[in-house]
């Protein structure tokens, strides 16, 4: 069992910048960011597997850096040029199969930090 706890959120102006972390009590060989905004439907954010290779859903691209510290098994969110539609709960996901990930249906769940940002 693997617990994840996300923290970093708040409230920012549109193009401001914020950075979640993730702390994993475990290993796993692939985490990502999820997220869900009231009334949508929940969307991937950003994955980075065991060898440190990441993918990005295209609307993230050049705005959000996923990272990962081996060290402190902790995960990172870098986001950068925030917009009003990037306001959500955004939830830290673990999984060792990297397709339940992708599909949105890790084993592990965190609580979820809830970002906002305003225009």
């Known amino acids: 069992q693997v617990q994840l706890a996300e923290s970093g959120g708040g409230s920012v102006q549109a193009g401001g910048s914020l950075r979640l972390s993730c702390a994993a009590s475990?290993?796993?060989?692939?985490m990502g960011w999820f997220r869900q905004a009231p009334g949508k439907e929940r969307e991937g954010v950003a994955i980075i597997d065991s060898d440190g290779s990441t993918s990005y859903a295209d609307s993230m691209k050049g705005r959000f850096t996923i990272s990962k510290d081996n060290a402190k098994n902790t995960l990172y969110l870098q986001m950068n040029s925030l917009k009003p539609e990037d306001t959500a709960m955004y939830y830290c996901v673990a999984d060792n199969d990297r397709t339940r990930v992708v599909a949105g249906f890790s084993n592990y769940w965190g609580q979820g930090t809830q970002v906002t940002v305003s225009s």
């Open positions: 475990g290993f796993t060989y692939c």
